[in-house]
């Protein structure tokens, strides 16, 4: 490469290097100075404190320590409340959300049933269709133990030989729904038994 090319570091490589050196001690010098004197600010403050602390009289250093305390609990309360104030909103909020969300699978559930009992087909297109609805909506707002329930029913809802187990997990979701919505969970059974007259024999 030609030298008329070449910057001041690549000419003088040792010079670049000792310049550079000097440059990081200075700063280093520079920033322990900085600390030194914030630390002697600290210091000074500490001491000028207790100085001034120890010229007062007993009655005031009591009512200069329960007005801190009483700042301090203030504070302290201040943000527990409004932690909670954000927890109750987001709980609401989710509530909410989920609300809509899950009222589309008791829906296809009911009209599962309703097809069932009137001998009537469930038309495969507006089943689909349905189905998305809600599984669109449980993406952004079902709880984890909904959606890993959700994701196994639909993994065999196509196999004949495990309704009486589909009809259980089915069962299994909306207690966690319930559960999701601030409503207890019920006995096993008893909610499939809106759907199925002989829910003994499914046992």
């Not at 196999?159 to 969970?185: F, V, W």
Request: proline share 1%; aromatic share 8%; hydrophobic share 45%.
């Amino acid at each position: 490469m030609d030298k008329k090319n070449q910057n001041f570091s690549e000419k003088h490589p040792r010079l670049s290097m000792l310049m550079g050196l000097i440059i990081l001690m200075a700063m280093l010098g520079v920033l322990v100075l900085f600390i030194r004197w914030i630390f002697d600010i600290i210091i000074n403050g500490i001491e000028l404190t207790l100085k001034t602390v120890s010229n007062l009289d007993g009655v005031v250093i009591v009512a200069l320590i329960t007005g801190c305390i009483s700042l301090v609990s203030v504070i302290i309360s201040s943000i527990v409340g409004k932690f909670v104030e954000f927890k109750t909103n987001r709980v609401q909020y989710l509530t909410q959300k989920r609300e809509d969300a899950y009222a589309e699978f008791i829906n296809v559930i009911y009209k599962l049933n309703i097809s069932v009992k009137k001998q009537e087909k469930y038309p495969e297109d507006e089943m689909i269709n349905d189905i998305n609805k809600f599984s669109s909506k449980l993406t952004l707002w079902g709880s984890k133990s909904v959606v890993k329930k959700w994701v196994k029913f639909r993994e065999i809802c196509n196999n004949p030989n495990e309704n009486k187990d589909n009809l259980k997990l089915a069962e299994e979701i909306m207690n966690e729904m319930r559960k999701d919505l601030g409503t207890k969970k019920v006995k096993q059974g008893n909610l499939l038994s809106f759907f199925i007259n002989d829910i003994k024999n499914l046992k």
